[in-house]
């Protein structure tokens, strides 16, 4: 009896983790395509960022240091 209860207890212990590992792939699809969207975001923003930032022909313009009071 001892043995038939263990087997159902581990078989019980069984089905909960296949049922958790199905839950954690399901949230790390989620946050793969959460995160293949951000990096895509990123990418638009560092372009748009490069297209509006002005041109230097390898000449910095020096600032005036601010004035101290």
């Not at 590992?21 to 960022?49: F, G, M, W």
């Amino acid at each position: 009896m001892e043995l038939n209860q263990a087997i159902e207890t581990l078989e019980t212990r069984n089905a909960f983790q296949d049922d958790i590992i199905d839950q954690l792939n399901h949230e790390i699809t989620i946050h793969q395509n959460q995160l293949a969207e951000l990096k895509h975001q990123v990418s638009l923003l560092a372009n748009r960022i490069k297209e509006n930032a002005p041109e230097q022909d390898g000449k910095e313009e020096i600032e005036p240091p601010p004035p101290h009071y």
